[in-house]
């Protein structure tokens, strides 16, 4: 099994910035797909932004392309996400899954982590 831990949640205000991370266990890290997805009260979980196997192909969902940044890095077997000017709509869990034969489908992800809180305040 894959096991997927988030951090870097909390509260900022409106425009600030925060990074999360999600740390993954094993061996076979940089054979994955990695993706980030977001699940606000009241709302379905949505992608957010993915990254393919090496690092070389990115994704991201229309709400926050420019202002949000994925990366990776397979020797620390460790997925970023860097979100910029940040917006009250913002708010929500932020979950990473991996391994996904479709970048964008959120359904199709087999491994998920516990989440962590993003609150952007106005």
Known sequence: QVQLVESGGGLVQAGGSLRLSCAASGRTFSNYVMGWFRQAPGKEREFVTAISRGGGTTYYADSVKGRFTISRD????????QMNVLKPEDTAVY?????????TRIDLYKYWGQGTQVTVSS
């Open 74 to 81: 397979n020797a620390k077997n460790t997925v970023y996400l």
């Open 95 to 103: 979950y990473c899954g991996a391994d996904s034969p479709m970048a």
